[in-house]
């Protein structure tokens, strides 16, 4: 029989209450970006084919993500809704009103949705609008990258992870190949590619023999760092948590920072001398976006 938990708005999606209809996305109320000093707002946009820092806007498409890695927040679960492209455009438009010459996709896995992301891209040539994205390899694999590069992609991040994610049983079964190929294909449609890293996944070998390092310095991408944090809400929590908590779900929020805290003690490899070791290759992103002294 399944265990019985005290009831919280994080149960099954049966349980939650529902005291409103969902409100249509164009309902929502737009932006006034034009109040904005959007110069100040920074990330990484492509310069001369390199990652600099410069004013970047932001824009979601679509939100939600199908896959269910058990590490990611996904506060909506599986479910994903796509905004009307009209709205979307609308939404770069007061964007590049406002000054901004290029813009993030926050959607967590452009691509996703071939029709509606196809569309997308044909509707945002000749624009004269810049952007970089975010997506997974064999999303990469199985689109017309070529399109996104008309479409005025400059960039685009792929949770890669690890080059032994599949086996880590976080239910992201990506191939090291299939990073491989996604990075070369992306490279070679002369959008940058860029590499999110997660270190410390639990039973990586990649992490704890160290070969990660080796790993990251030879793709061909510019890669970001993060250790893993595990988050209430995720699947990943609910498995580890008690484990790293004297056998006890936390019920504060110092425990639960003491969940990660204690997690990262005692995984079996040193994870804060591995992430010094990968912040000292020449494609990490922070070597990349700090100015030149001087
Ligand atoms: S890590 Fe990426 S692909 Fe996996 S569930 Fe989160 S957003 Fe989706």
Not at 181 to 189: E, F, G, S, T, Y
Not at 250 to 255: F, G, K, S
């Amino acid at each position: 029989m399944r265990p019985r938990r005290p009831h919280n708005l994080l149960d099954s999606p049966d349980s939650r209450p529902r005291p409103y209809p969902n409100i249509p996305l164009d309902a929502f109320a737009f932006p006034a970006f034009d109040l904005v000093p959007t110069a100040d707002y920074t990330a990484e946009v492509i310069s001369g084919g390199l990652p600099l820092p410069g004013p970047c806007g932001m824009v979601l498409a679509a939100r939600g993500c199908t896959y269910g890695c058990t590490f990611c927040h996904l506060p909506f679960g599986t479910r994903m809704r796509n905004q009307p492209l009209d709205r979307v455009l609308a939404e770069i438009g007061a964007q590049q009103a406002a000054g901004l010459e290029f813009v993030f996709f926050l959607d967590y896995v452009f691509g996703i949705n071939r029709t509606f992301y196809g569309e997308l891209c044909e509707r945002l040539r000749g624009r004269g609008l810049g952007w970089v994205g975010q997506t997974r390899a064999e999303i990469v694999l199985k689109s017309d990258v070529s399109q996104w590069a008309r479409a005025g992609c400059q960039g685009m991040w792929l949770g890669a992870e690890s080059p032994a994610i599949a086996g880590t049983g976080v239910r992201k079964r990506v191939s090291e190949e299939q990073i491989s190929q996604a990075v070369i294909k992306l490279r070679d449609a002369g959008i940058v590619p860029f590499a999110f890293v997660l270190m410390g996944l639990p039973d990586d070998e990649a992490c704890v023999s160290g070969r990660l390092v080796d790993w990251a310095a030879g793709l061909p991408a510019w890669f970001g760092i993060n250790q893993l944090y595990l988050r209430p809400g995720t699947t990943l929590y609910d498995q580890l948590a008690p484990a790293h908590n004297g056998g006890r779900t936390p019920t504060t929020w110092r425990e639960v920072q003491e969940v990660t805290r204690h997690y990262r003690a005692t995984y079996p490899a040193d994870l804060d001398a591995q992430q010094q070791r990968l912040t000292e290759l020449p494609n990490y992103l922070g070597n990349a976006i700090v100015p030149a002294a001087g």
